[in-house]
T-cell receptor, first 111, second 113 residues
Framework: DQQVKQNSPSLSVQEGRISILNCDYT??????FLWYKKYPAEGPTFLISISSIKDKNEDGRFTVFLNKSAKHLSLHIVPSQPGDSAVYFCAVHQGAQKLVFGQGTRLTINP | EAQVTQNPRYLITVTGKKLTVTCSQNMNHEYMSWYRQDPGLGLRQIYY???????DKGDVPEGYKVSRKEKRNFPLILESPSPNQTSLYFCASNGGQGRGKLFFGSGTQLSVL
């Protein structure tokens, strides 16, 4: 069973608009969440994270929101740029640096 | 340049022929791990190592072996590969600089025929 779910396999957004990527998790004991970005032929790279003691964390154009009661987090990218086209993975930290990943969402930014 | 290096990038083999995928990091990280990426499943942890001579199973360890004889190297061994091990493999490391902040290699695409 998937403990972390990204229900949208793909998302297409116009350049300059907001991109919103969603992620749901099953275990209310999870306390640290991350987003990774992956370009083709490269490994995933860390993008942004959030602890369960917060409900929002912002880094430049990227903001992660955490809704603990709904067991849901989202990544907002504003404004979206062509270089943001990539696969985005949501992940939860399970201790000993272990990450449990979602299935990924392919984001395409259209000019 | 700080990096995690995997080799080979692409590998095609046949069922039952032993193979090793190498992984090396130059950041003096204690923690290293292996993940496989499959469509619709995301990345799943195979094995991890907290330090030299300390390894443990992840979520999908069947059919794999690892060793950690040196801090920088963490090879993944498939003693008798099968077609269900066809996948994209990633090695990762972490030096304690942030929870869950892994540095990944560029990946090894393995096809077992």
């Amino acid at each position: 069973d998937q403990q972390v779910k990204q229900n949208s396999p793909s998302l297409s957004v116009q350049e300059g608009r907001i991109s919103i990527l969603n992620c749901d998790y099953t275990n209310s004991m999870f306390d640290y969440f991350l987003w990774y970005k992956k370009y083709p032929a490269e490994g995933p790279t860390f993008l942004i994270s959030i602890s369960s003691i917060k409900d929002k964390n912002e880094d430049g154009r990227f903001t992660v929101f955490l809704n603990k009661s709904a067991k849901h987090l989202s990544l907002h990218i504003v404004p979206s740029q062509p270089g943001d086209s990539a696969v985005y993975f949501c992940a939860v930290h399970q201790g000993a640096q272990k990450l449990v990943f979602g299935q990924g969402t392919r984001l395409t930014i259209n000019p | 340049e700080a990096q995690v290096t995997q080799n080979p990038r692409y590998l095609i083999t046949v069922t039952g022929k032993k193979l090793t995928v190498t992984c090396s990091q130059n950041m003096n990280h204690e923690y290293m791990s292996w993940y496989r990426q499959d469509p619709g499943l995301g990345l799943r942890q195979i094995y991890y190592s907290m330090n030299v001579e300390v390894t443990d199973k992840g979520d999908v360890p069947e059919g794999y072996k690892v060793s950690r004889k040196e801090k920088r190297n963490f090879p993944l061994i498939l003693e008798s590969p099968s077609p269900n091990q066809t996948s994209l493999y990633f090695c990762a490391s972490n030096g304690g600089q942030g929870r869950g902040k892994l540095f990944f290699g560029s990946g090894t695409q393995l096809s077992v025929l």
